[in-house]
T-cell receptor
Framework: EPEVTQTPSHQVTQMGQEVILRCVPI?????FYWYRQILGQKVEFLVS????????KSEIFDDQFSVERPDGSNFTLKIRSTKLEDSAMYFC????????????FGPGTRLTVL | AQSVAQPEDQVNVAEGNPLTVKCTYS??????LFWYVQYPNRGLQFLLK??????LVKGSYGFEAEFNKSQTSFHLKKPSALVSDSALYFC???????????FGTGTRLAVRP
């Protein structure tokens, strides 16, 4: 069964450093998402991406964040200058074309900012 | 703005007994409703969804959920719980015209043998 994959599973970085989180969505999916879950809190939407453009973003997704689909398979989230409060589990998700379809989530990357 | 409430942080049930995990939502327009389950150190796994039609939807692993428009609820149910059902359950809503999912805070289900 196809699944969304994410690398690395755990990333530790120093405050102020740049990090890139990587995702490989399911191959025939067209819509891509990033969500995050701060420890003990609920899953929050960050950004959605379709047709090589951001289609929606939340207030959390400020200028420090960017997304890219550099080739036909990867979808990345970059945090330019990490803050302590960026420590969270980051989930990538993807969805096939029809709007009624569910999003499939990856296993997540745990980001720890020291 | 869309929102989801899961009023119970934890639900405890004995194996073999029926279980219910509660969810209420608020959204403008028609809702698309979803349940996801999260096992330790794993991602969110899709269980079932309501888009339109029959108010009772059936999903994976014997789970079902009932959509109630007047009560704006979408409670998750299972007739007979298994110890392996113990996990964190998230309800989520999407506006039919939108794309982002809004999640509840999650309910931890503990099934005792």
């Amino acid at each position: 069964e196809p699944e969304v994959t994410q690398t690395p599973s755990h990333q530790v970085t120093q405050m102020g450093q740049e990090v890139i989180l990587r995702c490989v969505p399911i191959s025939n999916h067209l819509y891509f998402y990033w969500y995050r879950q701060i420890l003990g809190q609920k899953v929050e939407f960050l950004v959605s991406f379709y047709n090589n453009e951001i289609s929606e973003k939340s207030e959390i997704f400020d200028d420090q964040f960017s997304v890219e689909r550099p080739d036909g398979s990867n979808f990345t989230l970059k945090i330019r200058s990490t803050k302590l409060e960026d420590s969270a589990m980051y989930f990538c998700a993807s969805r096939v074309g029809l709007a009624i379809n569910e999003q499939f989530f990856g296993p997540g990357t745990r980001l720890t900012v020291l | 703005a869309q929102s989801v409430a899961q009023p119970e942080d934890q639900v405890n049930v004995a194996e073999g007994n029926p279980l219910t995990v509660k969810c209420t939502y608020s959204v403008s327009g028609n809702p698309y409703l979803f349940w996801y389950v999260q096992y330790p150190n794993r991602g969110l796994q899709f269980l079932l969804k309501y888009i339109t039609g029959d108010n009772l939807v059936k999903g994976s692993y014997g789970f079902e959920a009932e959509f109630n428009k007047s009560q704006t609820s979408f409670h998750l149910k299972k007739p007979s719980a298994l110890v392996s059902d113990s996990a964190l359950y998230f309800c989520a809503v999407r506006e039919s015209s939108g794309d982002k999912l809004t999640f509840g805070t999650g309910t931890r289900l503990a099934v005792r043998p």
